[in-house]
């Protein structure tokens, strides 16, 4: 039988393994997507179709991270978080890298109606641990 991980650090690894998996695909779809698609059909259009195929992505590490780890709802709610700051991390980390940008002008971008539904997707990206896996039951005393 599998136990229910006890404390919130055991979220930390599978939060770290979601961003790294996920992380790895993102970004190169992104570089596809800046250099194939978006000169074809345009930024608003390659973004709008590489967000549901990203959380496609999502969906599947997650559920395969979940797989064998019996998760509370507060420790997967855990790994969500942790794999959403290491991608704000990354993402802030990657504009000033690749486009000069300071933390403000990410922001910024971010505050745009196309930034808004990337923002989104990562949203969801964060959420779904809290919807997959197997809910580990309580304790009984």
Do not use: C, K, N
């Amino acid at each position: 039988m599998v136990r229910p991980a006890a404390p919130m650090t055991a979220a930390l690894l599978p939060g770290l393994l979601y961003f790294l998996a996920v992380f790895a695909v993102a970004f190169a779809m992104g570089v596809a997507r800046v250099l194939v698609v978006a000169p074809r059909i345009g930024p608003t259009a390659a973004v709008l179709l590489e967000v549901p195929m990203i959380l496609v992505v999502s969906w599947a590490v997650a559920r395969r991270i979940l797989r064998h780890r019996v998760l509370t709802l507060p420790q997967r709610a855990t790994m969500g978080a942790t794999a959403f700051a290491l991608t704000m991390a990354s993402e802030i980390a990657l504009a000033g890298v690749l486009r000069g940008q300071g933390v403000m002008d990410w922001a910024a971008a971010t505050a745009t109606p196309l930034g808004l539904v990337g923002l989104a997707g990562q949203v969801a990206f964060a959420a779904l641990p809290m919807v997959l896996g197997r809910r580990a039951t309580p304790p009984t005393a």
